[in-house]
């Protein structure tokens, strides 16, 4: 039976031009918790629908009251779950176990998902539902998130507040070899099928990376990139992660572009610069059609083994 709250978020009908139900795919959606209880209802009010899982997570760091309320808020939705929280500490071991912790509950609690999306309190959806299944239906198979070779660069004196990229170091102390493990930097945003998350999840070889990022000093941020892009599991990769970041200082007409482009799902951060004009705009672009983005050039640091 579908409660009061259910009903304020009918399901979504697809169809085609020619009025034919259209099958698209479903996301399974993981949010953290993290800024402020907040963004999160502004977010989860415009990102809900019925067809779609999600699972959340609150930080330790949010106080009870937000906990409370946020489980208040979310009881009477059947498809969106809470995982329980623990002490996040900050080495690079729990940052990227949390993750395999929700890919691995959202496996074994529906069979009907295709995608695996992560996200936080702080994203903003630029696209409708629709929309974005839509354009991951036209897309079966990739998987997004932004990655670069790290042997490309100089770990020993990169600047770690570049591109948003935490706790870089030497390649040396890493404890892999270059003739058989590259190392990527890759940030923490991931939509993988959920074939990926499965290989992820269950692996026997994810259990070795498991290993050596526990006994290395390597960011939780490289972990997936690394396996992904390391192992011979068949999967497509785009060097992109469907979201995007304003700066505070750039113009409103380049933020406006960008939006306009319907290049991504998502924006993060948007109340640092939100204003009634962009507002607008994402509003007049929600239920655009994104740009099919497999013409873009950004693939860095490949190999020739490497499909994107």
């Known amino acids: 039976m579908a409660t009061n709250q259910d009903q304020n978020h009918p399901q979504l009908k697809f169809e085609t031009k020619n009025?034919?139900?259209?099958?698209?795919?479903t996301v399974a959606y993981f949010i953290t918790i993290k800024y402020s209880p907040d963004y999160f209802l502004t977010m989860f009010k415009k990102l809900y629908n019925k067809d779609q899982l999600y699972l959340i997570y609150i930080d330790h760091t949010c106080s009870l009251e937000v906990k409370n309320m946020i489980q208040t808020y979310v009881v009477h939705l059947s498809n969106v779950y809470i995982l329980d929280s623990f002490y996040l500490q900050t080495d690079s071991y729990n940052k990227y176990k949390i993750q395999l912790n929700a890919m691995q509950y959202l496996l074994?609690?529906?069979?009907?998902?295709?995608?695996?999306?992560?996200l936080t309190d702080d994203h903003y959806p630029l696209k409708s539902q629709y929309r974005i299944c839509e354009y991951l239906s036209n897309n079966k198979e990739h998987n997004y998130f932004i990655y670069y070779d790290k042997s490309k660069y100089n770990l020993d004196t990169y600047n770690?507040?570049?591109?948003?990229?935490?706790?870089?170091?030497?390649?040396?102390?890493?404890?892999?070899?270059?003739?058989?493990?590259?190392?990527?930097?890759?940030?923490?945003?991931?939509?993988?099928?959920?074939?990926?998350?499965?290989f992820l999840s269950y692996s026997k070889l994810v259990d070795h990376y498991i290993e050596l990022?526990?006994?290395?000093?390597?960011?939780?941020?490289?972990?997936?990139?690394?396996?992904?892009?390391?192992?011979?599991?068949?999967?497509?990769?785009?060097?992109?992660?469907?979201?995007?970041?304003?700066?505070?200082?750039?113009?409103?007409?380049?933020?406006?572009?960008?939006?306009?482009?319907?290049n991504h799902f998502f924006v993060r951060k948007m109340n640092l610069t939100s204003n009634s004009i962009i507002d607008k705009c994402i509003e007049d672009n929600y239920q655009l059609s994104l740009m099919d983005k497999k013409e873009n050039k950004n693939e860095l640091g490949l190999n020739s083994n490497q499909q994107n």
Not at 233 to 242: G, L, M, P, T, V
């Open 108 to 118: 074994n609690v529906s069979a009907k998902w295709d995608y695996y999306i992560n």
């Open 213 to 262: 990022y526990t006994n290395s000093l390597l960011p939780s941020n490289s972990f997936f990139a690394t396996i992904l892009l390391n192992s011979d599991y068949k999967r497509i990769i785009i060097n992109h992660d469907q979201r995007i970041l304003f700066s505070k200082s750039e113009p409103v007409e380049l933020i406006l572009k960008k939006i306009k482009s319907n």
């Open 19 to 25: 009025n034919t139900v259209n099958k698209l795919i």
């Open 160 to 198: 770690s507040n570049k591109h948003n990229y935490s706790g870089l170091i030497a390649l040396k102390d890493a404890g892999f070899s270059k003739n058989t493990i590259i190392p990527y930097m890759s940030n923490t945003w991931l939509i993988l099928t959920r074939d990926s998350c499965a």
